[in-house]
């Protein structure tokens, strides 16, 4: 058995399960002696089942699979008790990785994206405050142009909601304040008008100086 035959077989794996007959159980063990490849990757994949025992015990213990009938002595200690199960423990962390957390990441960051937006101007006055077309529990982004002060070290931000509750506070230090500050607001899923509140840190001390609110308006669609 070479390699390719051995990868296509997916020996490996049905070594591990006892799923190999009596001719392709002698020819992958005399392959494992001069292929360093297969043999690293049975030896993964026994301590990952080894480590696996703790996770897969319950109080009605499965019992051991069967050893092969001709097996070399070195390769004794690969063959954990609870290959199958541990197996099929990382099937279903491979297929839930594939069907759910790698498309969530790809769909994340996998692509550009031009997300909603809208410019809030802190210390003035608007009679119509900006609006923000999202979709719900999405991010959208906030441009915040902050007044420069000199007597403020650094800046603290506070968002609140359409009913007057605190839902995040940022810092933002005073050189990344001396330009517009981008801000990624998570997802909610209230629409409604809401206020970003920005207050200085006064140099030399701890004391904070409110610099303005600017409300905006969230419509969900």
């Known amino acids: 058995m070479d390699h390719n035959e051995a990868l296509r077989l997916k020996a490996t794996e049905r070594y591990l399960l006892n799923d190999l007959d009596t001719e392709q159980l002698d020819q992958f063990e005399e392959h494992l002696f001069g292929c360093p490849e297969c043999a690293l990757d049975l030896r993964a994949a026994a ?9 897969l015990s319950a109080p009605q213990r499965l019992a051991p699979l069967p050893k092969p009938t001709r097996s070399s ?3 004794a200690w690969f063959r954990p008790a609870f290959a199958a199960p541990a197996l099929a423990l990382l099937l279903l962390t491979l297929g839930y990785q594939s069907l759910v957390t790698i498309p969530a990441i790809k769909g994340a960051s996998g692509r550009p994206a031009v ?3 809208a410019t809030l101007t802190v210390a003035t006055r608007s009679s119509n405050p900006p609006v923000v077309h999202a979709h719900p529990a999405r991010p959208f982004n906030l ?6 002060q000199n007597r403020f070290s ?5 968002l609140y909601d359409p009913a007057g509750k605190l839902q995040w506070s940022l810092p933002i230090s005073a050189e990344a304040a001396s330009d517009t500050v981008p801000l990624t607001v998570p997802g909610v899923s209230t ?3 809401f206020t970003l509140m920005v207050r200085g840190v006064v140099q030399g ?3 904070l100086a409110e610099i303005g609110k600017q409300p905006f308006e969230l419509q969900l669609q």
């Open 73 to 75: 002595p070195w390769l």
């Open 143 to 148: 441009l915040l142009n902050i007044p420069a």
């Open 115 to 117: 997300l909603p937006f």
């Open 205 to 207: 001390g701890n004391d």
């Open 191 to 193: 629409a409604g008008t």
């Open 47 to 55: 301590m990952f089942v080894e480590q696996s025992k703790s996770v």
């Open 154 to 158: 650094s800046y603290l931000v506070d």
